[in-house]
């Protein structure tokens, strides 16, 4: 178990919906990132959020949209939704401590697995 | 923007035999390199890691080596097991004082042990 949480583990929607993914970084956690993996392909980068704020923009689209509340939790929200949109959605964080050296060591949530229809 | 190439996409090794995993970047600016082993239907756990300033480190049956003058790094498995298969990504992002960089993946190998 890593620590980082997200919710829910499964979503099924159809086409034209809107949907939105939760996650909460381990304790002490400023940096949250989240990633969208396509079946049998690599991470892609969306986007980070660094005590929030956005520091990072990855190849994000234009209907997806993410935030990271006084909390630190993150949402990331997927609207008009696409067959194509169907993926396992991770959810990442990591330290990155003002004011101290730090490095993206990344720790992974468990992913929610979007299916459209 | 920085990329990373990762090589092969597949590899398949006899039990107890090496396997490599080799990755280049593009960013010189490039500080840390994580490696993240990915088991079928589960999170991405980090493995090893590698900061610009060494050459190589080790953990048991796992070795990353870094040359940051041809700007590329590798996994090294030895003694390979069955628990070893798995798909591996290589990573490379910019770290320091802000965190603020994004971390760019490879694109995977994945890695069969044969029995």
């Known amino acids: 178990d890593s620590g980082v949480t997200q919710t829910p583990k499964h979503l099924i929607t159809a086409t034209g919906q809107r949907v939105t993914l939760r996650c909460s970084p381990r304790?002490?956690?400023?940096?949250v990132y989240w990633y969208q993996q396509s079946l049998d392909q690599g991470l892609q980068f969306l986007i980070q959020?660094?005590?929030?704020?956005?520091?990072a923009k990855g190849n994000i689209l234009e209907r997806f949209s993410a935030q990271q509340f006084p909390d630190l939790h993150s949402e990331l929200n997927l609207s008009s939704l696409e067959l194509g949109d169907s993926a396992l959605y991770f959810c990442?964080?990591?330290?990155?401590?003002?004011?101290?050296?730090?490095?993206?060591?990344?720790?992974f949530g468990p992913g929610t697995r979007l299916t459209v229809l | 923007g920085e990329n990373v190439e990762q090589h092969p996409s597949t590899l398949s090794v006899q039990e107890g035999d090496s396997a490599v995993i080799k990755c280049t970047y593009s960013?010189?600016?490039?500080?840390?390199f994580p490696w993240y082993k990915q088991e079928l239907g589960k999170r991405p756990q980090l493995i090893i890691d590698?900061?610009?300033?060494?050459g190589e480190k080790k953990d048991q049956r796992i070795a990353v080596t870094l040359n940051k003058t041809a700007k590329h790094f590798s996994l090294h498995i030895t003694e390979t097991q069955p628990e070893d298969s798995a798909v591996y990504f290589c990573?490379?992002?910019?770290?320091?004082?802000?965190?603020?960089?994004?971390?760019?993946f490879g694109s995977g190998t994945r890695l069969s042990i044969r029995p």
């Open positions: 990442a964080s990591s330290v990155g401590l003002a004011g101290a050296p730090s490095y993206n060591e990344q720790f």
């Open positions: 304790s002490g956690d400023l940096s």
């Open positions: 959020y660094y005590n929030g704020e956005e520091r």
């Open positions: 960013d010189s600016a490039s500080n840390y």
């Open positions: 590698i900061r610009s300033n060494v």
């Open positions: 990573a490379a992002s910019i770290g320091g004082w802000s965190s603020a960089s994004k971390i760019i």
